[in-house]
């Protein structure tokens, strides 16, 4: 009988098909608390620039891309970033049904909410505390809060950290501290990027409690959970990443390009995968910047870390050819005027490939590239003046 009862016992399902994840691409709007931050080419306010709101959103829009085609169904707090409000002035004219009527009128373009639906009827929500009570209500299996950090500008302080609802080595929701631990190596897998501390051996994985000085048990919500970031005060698993400091300068030139930032989505994608399961993908990426080889970055606005990679200077508009093995084109890649030199390449069969990277006054360079299903290969050309 105990053998007939093995038997037919239902095997545990493995990956992420049928797992329902929540996906929190913090802050998000335009508003003087979204960490607008002035970049080489735009002033502080200046929505073509900096906002941790917009970096944050491309991350996730990518981690749900990947996560449904892994089978999961995501739920996100927010699909956009914009202006949207319910009891503040626009324009001069005030909403009637206001629930805060001292406040109408009194909000610039630079400090209106969003709350409400997007034009395709999904939730629009950046209110904390609303997204933990939401996330509580529908216990999903997993959630996730992007983020970027900040220190004092023109600090090159850069550092991957992962906080989950407790203190150090006490979770008050398993298993976030083993999800976050699962993650860690793979979101830390930049060499794009300088990092000043941790690594995979040495990781930041902490409880928001202890890393950020409160005293346990912290205080409760309207829900009655408790813990220190707002957002994680919730009974479902899972953590908040900082994925990098954005007050380093030359990270921020970084996230102003979406193609650097949808591979952040990825690797927190193989993070979630690496706890879960499932299969690989098929494919692969290419990820590099292209710098010069001789010309050192010079602007106030961009302080970097002596002797690292981020000293070189970026070259903007460099034309990246990707070909075969014979030098047949397949694609091509222009890169921004955000002081980056980043180029991706995603969904690239496993194999052998070239590289070809022109700018005005350089000279014309050839690379030999692998490419490896379910990795990133990482580049980091230089080229010479003419």
Known sequence: MAALCLAVAPVAAKGLKGKTIYVNPGHGGWTTGDRPTPTINYEYMDTLGFFES???LWKGLELRKKLEEAGAKVIMSRTRNGFVTHDLMYNGKANENSPHPAREGSASAYDREETDCDEYGEQQIVGLEKIACQVDSLRPDFFISLHSNAHKRGSTVNYLVILYRGENSKAYQEPSDEMARKAYPYIWENPLSYWS????EKPLVVGD???MGGTPPGTANRIGVNGYYAVLKHRVP??????SFHTYDPERQRLLNRDYCR??????????????GGKPEKNG???????SATEQMNHERYVYKEGTDDQWKPINHAMVYL??????????????????????FDNLKP??????YEAYGYQTTWQDVEVKADKTTYVLPKLSRQ
């Open 285 to 291: 990426y290419l990820v590099g910047a292209v710098k």
């Open 209 to 211: 409690i202890t890393f």
């Open 263 to 276: 591979m952040e989505g990825v690797r927190y994608y193989r993070g979630i995968r690496a706890y879960f």
């Open 351 to 356: 194999g052998k490939y070239r590289l070809r």
């Open 197 to 200: 501390h941790y690594s995979p």
């Open 238 to 243: 899972g953590y908040l990443v900082e994925g």
């Open 323 to 344: 070909t075969d093995k014979q030098g047949r084109p397949l694609r091509a890649y222009c890169t921004d005027q955000e002081w980056n030199g980043v180029f991706v």
């Open 54 to 56: 917009k970096s944050n």
